[in-house]
């Protein structure tokens, strides 16, 4: 009786912790978020730190537009509703990459890890740009929930593509990415779906 009561105690715990999605290969780099938006600094608007927000999905609204009105007024979400994750970046510069290389689920609470690519070759023409980034969680039963959002910092000297750095930032992605020096930063929130 009590061998049976441990092997679905370990079984309970090996289903309730599942890596959802995955980056199995360069090429896949950032195929994971559901949706993405950059942002110029020349447009006017800038970001010195990172955000997290969780909401649900207005329809027809940019996402940089999408997480100001959430982070003003946040919305109720409900089990009939979908669950989406808002990221948006620090500041970055042209060459920068992030991308999210893993969702992983345990339980009521959730762990995204990014990379954070930072260019480390030499400017000739530059911008600043930060991403906003979109990941829908689905419709989740109600209950309180975690989210911890992992960056890991990289360095790199080469992109894949080097002549179209600027105008491919979501297809063209380091050749020689490094660990970086600096120590991941993990951004948490909690959410309630009601």
């Known amino acids: 009786m009590k061998i049976a009561c441990l092997f679905l105690f370990f079984t309970g715990l090996l289903h309730s912790q599942e890596v959802l999605k995955f980056v199995k290969n360069p090429a896949e780099r950032g195929?994971?978020?559901d949706q993405r938006?950059?942002?110029?600094g020349d447009t006017g608007k800038w970001n010195d730190a990172a955000m997290l927000l969780h909401t649900t999905k207005p329809t027809g609204m940019p996402l940089d537009d999408w997480m100001d009105a959430a982070s003003e007024k946040k919305p109720v979400v409900t089990a009939a509703d979908e669950s989406w994750l808002l990221f948006r970046t620090r500041q970055l510069d042209d060459n920068d990459r992030v991308w999210i290389e893993k969702i992983e689920r345990s339980g009521n609470a959730f762990t995204i890890t990014m990379h954070e690519a930072i260019w480390q070759?030499?400017?000739?023409k530059t911008f600043t740009w930060y991403e906003?980034?979109?990941v829908n969680l689905g419709k989740l039963p109600a209950g309180d929930y975690t989210v911890t959002w992992i960056v890991k910092p990289l360095t790199f000297k080469q992109l894949e593509k080097p002549r179209e750095a600027q105008n491919n930032y979501q297809t063209n992605w380091p050749a020689d990415e490094q660990s970086g020096e600096k120590k991941p930063v993990e951004i948490k929130t909690k959410f309630t779906v009601q």
């Open 31 to 33: 195929t994971l978020s």
């Open 37 to 40: 938006q950059l942002v110029r």
């Open 121 to 124: 070759g030499k400017y000739f």
């Open 132 to 134: 906003v980034t979109a």
